[in-house]
């Protein structure tokens, strides 16, 4: 159990110490935001520094620093490091420059910004890239709380029928200003998931339960390699691209710059102490690995460990506050993924979002091949997504990484992690099922080679200019 404090302890010590680090290497200033000299009622919408960060929380976290750190906990307290150390140097460096570049830059999205730094065959890369990659998020994460609901709900309540009900919820919470929906509902949701940890980590605790001490031991009850694997499937608790996706939406609300370091750096360490509770409970509840196998096996994956875990150790009230949790959290991620997906194609094609009739021509075709994906089998599109959602950080980070070198800042906080998940991404694809199926005497020495080049390709391809650079429009640059 010291361990799981001591990277507690660290958690919050990075925030105060590397977050600060991180802050004072960009440099935030006092110069108006987008939300402040873009104002638009719907998109670009000022709200208070703590809303913005409960929204922030709940829209890069959902339920992926629960699922994603029970399916990592297979691998033993070895993934306590992972989240720890992951999310100070990569998933916090990576959250906070995603969302103060897209500040720099107009509240652009983050295709845009590595079009703007990494070139424009990159620019086109991303934008299908991103697109894709939230539609299915937004997809997946319709049609698994509908099946939830189904189950909750009498037998004429289908999963149609709630599938419906949600595909319709996207569509308004997609189409209406920032402030009128999201804003006022998604901070009750982001306490709701504050409590559900607190409440799980406080029950382990005073109920006796062990927390095993770290061990670099593969306690993986198949054998799976901890590298790269735990690595891609720890994905929000750590670093997660999906985020880079989603800081852009609250670069658009902040009134000032220098709550960057609060909103986006702080939102990632708190769902990294989300991710280290949960890992831990995964742990110490099923007492061994093979344990927690045999219970995600025996209870239809992540989801009915969840509600197992809440009711064992909150009781009936924590069943109430886990099925809110299954539920509530993937949906809030979904319809923010598609909202995500509406300003991406804005920015690509230049759409004023002002107007009531552009917003619904570019929501619309979104929603359709949504809900006509969510009626086909979309298991072997998700089993890519861990490893494009990861693959997705490692090019922002190198899009950060360059935005710091051209304007004459050190640009090692982004290199360093950006080389680390080049090798990640890399490595994953070449031995992963779902990739080239390779062994691990081809796939690490590819990996890191892989990562050295990309690396070398950045010193010698990213120039420093003139700090004008830094001034936030494209059109300058």
Known sequence: MISFFVCLVILIGGYMLYGTFVERTFKPDDRPTPATTLADGTDYVVMSTPKVFLIQLLNIAGLGPIYGAIAGALWGPSVFLWITFGTIFAGG???????????????????????????PAMKTVMRIFSVVLLI???????????????????????????????????????????????????????????????????????????????????????????????????????????????????????????????????????????ALIWAAAGVAFYESTGGLQEAIARLGGQGGVVYEICNTLLGPAGAVIAMIGVIACPISSGDT????????????????????????????????????????DVTIMWRYFSWSNQTLAMIALWAAAAYLRKNQISPWIAAVPATFMSAVSCTYILMAPEGFKLSAAISYPVGIAFAIVCLGLFLVKVKKVTPAMEQGNAKTL
């Open 136 to 274: 299915l998020v937004g997809t997946v994460f319709a049609t698994g709380p509908a099946a939830l609901l189904a189950m909750l709900t009498p037998d004429a309540l289908n999963a149609k029928f709630w599938l419906t009900v949600v595909i319709a919820y996207y569509f308004l919470a997609t189409l209406v200003p920032i402030d009128k929906l999201i804003g006022k509902i998604y901070p009750i949701f982001g306490i709701c998931l504050i409590i559900m940890a607190v409440g799980v980590a406080s029950g382990i605790i005073m109920q006796g339960y062990t927390i095993p001490e770290i061990s670099l031991a593969n306690l993986h009850p198949k054998g799976t390699a901890v590298w790269p694997f735990m690595f891609v499937t720890v994905a929000c608790g750590a670093i997660s691209g999906f985020h880079s996706t989603q800081s852009p939406l609250m670069a658009r609300c902040m009134e000032h710059e220098k709550d960057g370091k609060r909103i986006f750096y702080g939102a990632m360490v708190a769902e990294g102490v989300i």
């Open 93 to 119: 460096v990576h959250d906070y420059l995603s969302g103060m570049i897209s500040m720099r830059h107009n509240g652009t999205s983050i295709s845009e910004i590595v079009g703007i730094y990494l070139g």
């Open 337 to 376: 993924a598609f909202r995500s997906a509406r300003l991406v194609l804005s920015d690509w094609f230049k759409i004023d979002q002002q107007k009531i009739k552009t917003r619904l021509a570019v929501t619309v075709p979104l929603l359709a091949i949504g809900a006509i994906l969510s009626q086909v």
